[in-house]
């Protein structure tokens, strides 16, 4: 009997621990027209894979992600639907930038990893295109994992 009590544990904590690795999606759409800047918040936990933005026809947008700790991505000039891996700086335990010499420059690289989320995750989408006078939908979605 304690064998079956010990197996369901553990059955259940290999469970939990492999949920708790998912890949998770979540779309912040928003509409505008020509110039209008718009924004959407969502409380996220996990570590920001990557960014897809999907962008109308004719439209062209900057794009920026903020946490509470600050920005995550930023990019203008999108025109067309594209994939982006944002990576941030790793520092050392003295809180200095971590880095390492090579590659074919033979200088200090700086090391780089994902972000992490914690809170309320804003995209802001700002349309570059006056001349659009229909509303049009951008959809800015992030991949992470929980």
């Known amino acids: 009997m304690k064998n079956t009590g010990l197996i369901a544990l553990a059955v259940s904590a ?41 962008v109308p026809a004719s439209a062209t947008n900057t794009v920026v992600v903020t946490s509470e700790q600050g920005t995550l991505f930023s990019k203008s000039s999108i025109a067309a639907d594209a994939w982006y891996l944002p990576r941030v700086a790793t520092h050392t335990t003295a809180g200095a930038a971590a880095t390492f010499v090579g590659g074919t420059n033979d200088t200090a690289n700086v090391w780089y990893s994902k972000a992490a989320m914690a809170g309320p995750i804003t995209v802001t989408v700002t349309g570059e295109n006056a001349a659009l006078t229909n509303a049009t939908t951008t959809t800015v979605t992030l991949i992470y994992r929980k």
């Open 14 to 54: 290999f469970i939990a621990a492999t949920a708790s690795a998912q890949m998770a999606d979540t779309d912040f759409a928003v509409s505008l027209v020509g110039t209008n800047t718009a924004a959407k918040t969502y409380v996220i936990r996990g570590e920001l894979e990557s960014i897809y933005v999907d």
